[in-house]
């Protein structure tokens, strides 16, 4: 019963260069959230997607980010140019449904980014 | 205004004791559902309870409570008979209409033998 997975779990990369985290959601679930944490900070809500469908991405920096969920295969955060202040942590959570109150995420493990 | 708060940075609770983690929160939805998560230091987030707002009974989960004050827009969280290993940061959150989650900045609990 494989839960919400993400990989890389950790990713250095340099000013300049891309950083592409992933994401699979629990077996079921058909949306994605993706979340950043600074360090000593809760949890920004960044996007949230369905199979083939932003819903979301209101918390989503308008330059450099962005984020897909294709048909096939895991969802993709992607951050170009990365800059020093993208160093954070990455939560990808899923969950069943949509719609309702109710609806508890299940989080993956995270991707630690660093970039020096 | 910020849709979650939470006043407590850190806390410390010695071992055996109970402790209550504050939150508050900020919505003019009717339907919204309040959730609380810890955090220890391997990062990982790991789900604790969840209270929804029609829900009448605080809800419950082993030594875990949820202290509903509808009215007064809070939902504490109460630990009892802590216990080292909860030693985390604890985070509240809340799912409001569609399906965006907000979190509070969380608190630090460090339990004490």
């Known amino acids: 019963n494989a839960g919400v997975m993400q990989n890389p779990r950790h990713l250095v990369r340099r000013r300049g260069q891309e950083a592409r985290l992933r994401c699979s959601p629990m077996k079921g679930h058909s949306h994605v959230y993706w979340y950043r944490q600074l360090p000593e900070e809760g949890l920004k809500f960044m996007v949230y997607?369905?199979?083939?469908?932003?819903?979301?991405e209101s918390g989503m920096p308008k330059e450099r980010f962005s984020a897909e969920f294709p048909k096939e295969g895991p969802s993709i955060l992607r951050i170009q140019q990365v800059v020093r202040g993208d160093s954070a942590a990455y939560f990808c959570?899923?969950?069943?449904?949509?719609?309702?109150?109710?609806?508890?995420?299940?989080f993956g493990p995270g991707t630690r980014l660093t970039v020096l | 205004a910020q849709k979650i708060t939470q006043t407590q940075p850190g806390m410390f609770v010695q071992e055996k004791e109970a402790v209550t983690l504050d939150c508050t929160y900020d919505?003019?939805?009717?339907?919204?559902?309040l959730f609380w998560y810890k955090q220890p230091s391997s990062g990982e987030m790991i789900f604790l309870i969840y209270q929804g707002s029609y829900d009448q009974q605080n809800a419950t989960e082993g030594r875990y409570s949820l202290n509903f004050q509808k009215a007064r827009k809070s939902a504490n969280l109460v630990i009892s008979a802590s216990q080292l290993g909860d030693s985390a940061m604890y985070f509240c959150?809340?799912?409001?209409?569609?399906?965006?989650?907000?979190f509070g900045t969380g608190t630090s609990l460090t339990v004490i033998p």
């Open positions: 959570a899923s969950s069943r449904q949509g719609a309702g109150s109710y609806n508890e995420q299940f």
């Open positions: 997607l369905q199979k083939e469908n932003i819903i979301d």
């Open positions: 959150a809340m799912r409001e209409g569609r399906d965006q989650f907000y």
């Open positions: 919505t003019s939805d009717p339907s919204y559902g």
